[in-house]
C-alpha cells in the first residue's frame, strides 16, 4: 500500500488532508497521533485511515509527513529510531526552524528529508508551499513530493537558508491580523460592524485580486489607489510616519529569531542538554 502517513493530527494535519480531499488525491491518507479524539474527528470529516501505532505507521508510509510542533520532533525521531528502517524512505517535515541537518541527526539514511512550509489556506486548494530538499534525494521522490503539494496550491522551491525568512512572511495570518485591526479602526471611526468587516476585506482582498491579474508593479497600483493630496494618500501617509513598514519588520524579525529558537532546542535535545 502505498500511503500518505501523516504523523500528527493537529491544525495543518486537517488543513492538508481537507485540500488532499478536495482534489481528489487518490492514494490512501494515513493519519498517527497520540490522541484518539483527534483521529476520530479526521476520519469522520475526510475518511482517513486511522493507525494509533506509531511504527505501523511508520511501517505503511511511502511519503512519510511529520507534522508535529518542532519541540516534539526530537522525541518523535527518538520513538521512531528505535524499529531500524531498513528500506528508502521519503519523510517531510513540516517543523518550522528545524533543519535538515537536524533532522538527519535524528533520523538519517535510509530515510531523505525534504521540509515543507505550508499555508492552511491548502484546505481550499489556494495554499502556498515552500519546499526544501536534501541532497541525495532521488529524482522520483523530488518530484513526488512537490506534485503532492502542487495539489494544494502553489509550490516555490528556496534554498533553505531563506526558509525561516519565507516562514515569517508567508503566513496568512498577516491578512487575517490586518483584517481584524482594519475592522476595529473602521468601528472605532464610526462604521456599523457589519459595514467595517464588508468595507475592510474589500480594502485588503481587491488590491491583491487586481496586483495579481494585471502585470503592474505594487508602487504603481499604490501610487494610483493614493492620489497625492487625497484622503487615501493622507491615510497612508500617517501610516508610515507611525513607524508602519518598521512595526512589520520588527515582527518579521522576531519570527526569525523563534525560529532559531526551535532549531537550537533540537539541538540541545539531541546532544542530551
Not at 513526488?144 to 537558508?161: K, N, Q, S, W, Y
Not at 508593479?217 to 501610516?239: D, H, N, R, Y
Request: net charge positive; aromatic share 6%.
Amino acid at each position: 500500500m502505498k500511503a500518505t502517513v501523516f504523523l500528527g493530527g493537529g491544525r495543518i494535519t486537517s488543513a492538508l488532508v481537507a485540500g488532499l480531499r478536495f482534489a481528489e488525491y487518490g492514494p490512501p491518507i494515513v493519519v498517527h497521533d497520540r490522541h484518539p479524539e483527534k483521529l476520530r474527528k479526521l476520519k469522520r470529516q475526510y475518511g482517513i485511515i486511522v493507525e494509533p501505532d506509531l511504527h505501523r505507521a511508520v511501517e505503511s508510509a511511502h511519503v512519510l509527513i511529520v507534522a508535529v510542533r518542532p519541540d516534539s520532533v526530537r522525541g518523535l525521531l527518538k520513538q521512531i529510531r528505535t524499529r531500524n528502517i531498513r528500506r528508502r524512505l521519503t519523510a517531510v517535515s513540516l517543523a518550522a526552524g528545524v533543519t535538515l541537518a537536524k533532522l538527519r541527526a535524528g533520523l538519517g539514511p535510509p530515510v531523505r528529508w525534504a521540509r515543507a512550509m505550508p499555508s492552511p489556506v491548502c484546505r481550499t486548494g489556494q495554499g502556498l508551499t515552500a519546499l526544501t530538499f536534501e541532497r541525495g534525494l532521488s529524482k522520483v521522490a523530488w518530484a513526488e513530493v512537490r506534485d503532492l503539494f502542487a495539489l494544494v496550491g502553489t509550490v516555490l522551491e528556496i534554498p533553505e537558508r531563506r526558509f525561516d525568512a519565507f516562514t515569517v512572511t508567508y503566513s496568512s495570518s498577516h491578512g487575517y491580523h490586518a483584517l481584524a485591526a482594519l475592522i476595529k479602526a473602521a468601528e472605532d471611526v464610526g462604521l456599523d460592524r457589519k459595514s467595517a468587516h464588508v468595507a475592510a476585506a474589500h480594502a485588503l482582498a481587491d488590491g491583491i485580486t487586481a496586483w495579481r491579474a494585471g502585470n503592474l508593479p505594487v508602487k504603481e497600483l499604490l501610487q494610483e489607489a493614493a492620489t497625492p493630496g487625497g484622503i487615501a494618500a493622507t491615510v497612508m501617509s500617517s501610516l508610515d510616519a507611525a513607524g508602519y513598514e518598521k512595526i512589520i519588520a520588527r515582527g518579521l524579525y522576531a519570527g526569525i529569531r523563534q525560529a532559531k529558537k526551535n532549531n537550537k532546542r533540537v539541538t540541545n535535545s539531541l546532544l542530551g542538554r
